[in-house]
């Protein structure tokens, strides 16, 4: 079950992320490093306030499914995760 704060997140992270849209439909942006860590960077941002609510991949990972980028695209799914996670982490001393 998806709760509201879920459902608010995947759309501030839908419109933060819009600019990678191109990037993601064609699959360049798995390809691209520089544009997956921004992007990546970009999203931590939004979660970093409540990542307590989002603290492993999978949990991740769900939330990015249900945005726009992600769906449909379990590859760019767990990658973005992996990079959130791990920008959290840092930002959270743990890395």
Do not use: H, W
């Given at each position: 079950?998806?709760?509201?704060?879920?459902?608010?997140?995947?759309?501030?992270?839908?419109?933060?992320?819009?600019?990678?849209?191109?990037?993601?439909?064609?699959?360049?942006?798995?390809?691209?490093?520089?544009?997956?860590?921004?992007?990546?960077?970009?999203?931590?941002?939004?979660?970093?306030?409540?990542c307590c609510m989002l603290c492993n991949k999978e949990k991740l990972a769900a939330l990015l499914s249900g945005t726009k980028?992600?769906?449909?695209?379990?590859?760019?799914?767990?990658k973005m995760a992996e990079l959130i996670y791990h920008d959290?982490?840092?930002?959270?001393?743990?890395?």
């Open positions: 079950m998806v709760s509201v704060l879920e459902k608010q997140l995947a759309l501030a992270l839908d419109r933060r992320l819009s600019v990678f849209g191109a990037k993601a439909a064609d699959g360049s942006l798995l390809k691209d490093e520089m544009f997956l860590r921004a992007a990546a960077y970009m999203a931590s941002e939004i979660i970093q306030p409540c980028l992600c769906q449909g695209r379990a590859e760019l799914t767990q959290l982490a840092r930002c959270n001393g743990l890395g």
